[in-house]
């Protein structure tokens, strides 16, 4: 069996993901078989797996660290918002049920079996596999039926480190707080702690290491300065996007929905320098300088729809494409651009439809199946490859259907209008494809560069994992693992 030990952050949005990659670099580049682990994750950015599934991207990019194809048994349950008060619960990648936040709270105990399976799927096949937490093991009255913090730990005998963000302030309080206030029991669990996303003179922080030391008796692993290039990986969290990103002539607004889903669609356009991305936020009116508004998958279509109508954008988009400017809808931005949506058995609410942006002459249908699958083909324009992943319910069809843009896994995918200024499809993850990139923003006028966008991934993991190396103690952290017993 492998060693593990698990991540866990003083609270949320504190940098484990990040961490998590960069340790599971550089233990690979010591010659170590590593895997990632998330117990329980939330996010509406998921990655599709090669076994079928989905789980949380921040996971897949995990694995990409270790060099290994992302697998559901990485993060087997994830929750997907689609209210404020409930979400979809994937377990071991494919939809179990829905349910309200109450509700989950007395189901997720019944989940630790599936979750402990695919923890052990894992150490049996690695030397070390580095878990990451989520959200705060502070959150004290989350503990009971705890899936995801330390009745994750506790179930699979994990030991526990623990990052503070000196960032947002009081990371003494943030950490010594979490030492206070835990059980015992968890408290024993910690065996370190780190500060992240640090700025200025470490030095000045010295007696704050001291004190928190003092106070807690963990070993200090070391503080982590801000890592600038984070924003070349794609992010977990929506509220992780810069609002706008590049400086770039062309520019592509994206209109930041409520349930926007699969948004790292859009970090291969960052990445350009030709090319600035502003995220639209509720309240603001699309820019009238775009040139490209793209409108990004949705966990709720319809529901997506009604509020993209609420912030008046629908005029907005109405006036950019009298103006011959260009609109992409990826997978539920593509079945809002359509005329209608029919949602006959109330899969995302009330059965009933809805009027769609009426820019495509096409219809969609939900259907209870969802596509989940890696895909690959070409441009039809260019003839340039493109790989990407379909994760999404409904099926569109309709006169611009037969004039497709894309050919995927032999079969016409996507539709465009007669002037293909405005088109949509199923595809995420197409702009990651180079030569597809640059035909297509080359076609509606930008400017490209000759930029490779996985290298640039890979380049980035390992630059995390010399700046992981610098900074933290990396062979105290391999000594403070355990071996697992499960």
């Known amino acids: 069996m492998a060693k593990s030990i698990m991540i866990q952050g003083a609270g949320s949005n504190v940098g484990k993901s990040l961490i998590v990659a960069g340790?599971?670099?550089?233990?690979?580049r010591r010659g170590l078989k590593v895997l990632p682990f998330k117990p329980q994750n939330m996010s509406n950015n998921a990655a599709v797996t090669n076994d079928g599934g989905e789980i949380g991207r921040a996971q897949a990019l995990q694995a990409r660290a270790c060099?290994?194809?992302?697998?559901?048994?990485?993060?087997?349950v994830l929750l997907k918002p689609e209210t404020d008060t409930g979400a979809q619960v994937i377990v071991h990648g494919k939809r179990l049920t829905t349910a309200r936040a109450r509700d989950y709270g007395s189901m997720k105990s019944t989940l630790m079996p599936a979750v402990l399976e695919s923890f052990g799927r894992l150490c049996a096949h690695a030397d070390i596999v580095v878990v990451e937490g989520a959200g705060s093991p502070a959150e004290t009255n989350l503990r009971a039926g705890d899936i995801?913090?330390?009745?994750?730990a506790e179930a699979a005998d994990v030991p526990v480190l623990l990052i503070g963000d000196i960032d947002r302030?009081?990371?003494?309080?943030?950490?010594?707080?979490?030492?206070?206030?835990l059980d015992r029991a968890d408290e024993a669990r910690i065996k370190g702690f780190m500060i992240n996303k640090?700025?200025?003179?470490?030095?000045?922080?010295?007696?704050?290491?001291?004190?928190?030391?003092e106070r807690t008796e963990?070993?200090?692993?070391?503080v982590l300065p801000w890592?600038?290039?984070a924003s070349k990986l794609p992010a977990e969290d929506a509220s992780d996007i810069s609002r706008i990103s590049g400086s770039g002539a062309f520019k592509v607004a994206v209109p930041q929905l409520s349930r926007i889903a699969n948004f790292d669609d859009l970090d291969p356009l960052k990445l350009e320098p030709g090319i600035t991305v502003e995220i639209v936020p509720p309240g603001h009116r699309l820019p009238a300088d775009a040139n490209l508004i793209l409108i990004p998958g949705s966990k709720s279509t319809i529901g997506d729809l009604t509020y993209f109508r609420k912030q008046g954008w629908e005029a907005d988009l109405q006036a950019h494409v009298r103006r011959g400017g260009h609109v992409l809808g990826i997978c539920g931005g593509y079945q809002m651009l359509g005329s209608r949506i029919e949602d006959p058995d109330g899969l995302e609410g009330r059965k009933g439809g809805v009027r769609g942006l009426g820019l495509l002459d096409v219809v969609t249908v939900m259907t209870p199946e969802k596509h989940l699958e890696e895909v690959t083909g070409f441009n039809i324009d260019s003839g340039a490859a493109v790989t990407g992943y379909e994760i999404h319910i409904g099926e569109t069809s309709g006169p611009d259907r037969m004039n497709p843009w894309l050919e995927i896994e032999g079969q016409p995918e996507g539709a465009q209008s007669p002037d293909g200024h405005i088109k949509g499809c199923y595809i995420h993850g197409l702009f990651s494809s180079d030569a597809f990139r640059q035909a297509f923003l080359q076609d509606i006028g930008a400017e490209t560069s000759d930029i490779s966008f996985e290298d640039e991934i890979e380049e980035?993991?390992?630059?995390?994992?010399?700046?992981?190396?610098?900074?933290?103690d990396v062979g105290l952290i391999w000594d403070l693992a355990e071996d697992i017993t499960l």
Do not use: K
Not at 23 to 28: Q, Y
Not at 148 to 152: H, Q
Not at 169 to 179: D, E, K, P, S, W
């Open 23 to 28: 340790l599971c670099r550089a233990f690979v």
């Open 67 to 76: 060099q290994v194809a992302a697998h559901t048994d990485m993060n087997p």
């Open 148 to 152: 995801a913090n330390m009745g994750f």
């Open 169 to 181: 302030g009081g990371v003494i309080a943030q950490l010594v707080g979490t030492h206070v206030i």
């Open 198 to 213: 640090f700025r200025g003179d470490r030095s000045l922080f010295d007696d704050g290491l001291v004190e928190i030391v």
């Open 218 to 222: 963990w070993h200090s692993l070391g």
């Open 227 to 229: 890592f600038a290039d």
């Open 460 to 472: 980035t993991l390992d630059a995390l994992a010399d700046h992981i190396e610098e900074y933290l």
